[in-house]
């Protein structure tokens, strides 16, 4: 990972160590990437992640359930263009935001001063296909921010 990406993610660290609470779910907006869908899946999720139907076999199901459970806004994006102009939609103050490194960095300054809770992906089949997140982590950070059970 470049110096530039690795002291980014490290100031975010320190930036969102002490996360909001008490945001109402239109205040908070999860940023997906598209390779978090199985590849062979045949769902339109990218932009609509309510077309998931949750089948479990990629981590989009648990986070759809989760979407679905708290009324958070979210966004299944096809580039960081897309993310970007959805992360200054009036009202977001609060960002997860799942990703490679590398996106991740480039998303915090795009969207700076809006706080955005990094959560990397891992990519057991090699980078940008058939990635997963650990979706429990997703909901605890979505827990604390709206200060209830995610
Ligand atoms: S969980 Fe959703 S996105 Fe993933 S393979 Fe199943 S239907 Fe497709």
């Not at 986070?63 to 966004?75: F, H, K, N, S, V």
Request: positive net charge; contains cysteine.
């Amino acid at each position: 990972m470049p110096w530039l990406d690795r002291l980014i993610l490290a100031l975010n660290r320190l930036r969102t160590r002490r996360p909001q609470s008490g945001l109402s779910p239109d205040e908070i907006l999860l940023l997906l990437p598209r390779c978090l869908q199985k590849r062979t899946c045949a769902e339109q999720v990218t932009e609509d992640l309510a077309r998931c139907r949750a089948c479990g076999a990629c981590s989009l199901g648990a986070l759809q359930e989760t979407a679905r459970r708290t009324g958070i806004r979210t966004l299944v994006a096809a580039g960081g263009r897309q993310a970007a102009q959805m992360a200054r939609a009036p009202g977001i103050r609060a960002i997860v935001s799942v990703a490679c490194p590398k996106e991740l960095a480039e998303g915090i300054v795009a969207v700076f001063p809006t706080r955005v809770y990094a959560i990397e992906n891992e990519s057991p089949a090699g980078p940008c296909v058939d990635t997963r997140v650990d979706a429990e982590a997703v909901g605890r950070i979505l827990a604390t921010l709206l200060g209830s059970p995610a």
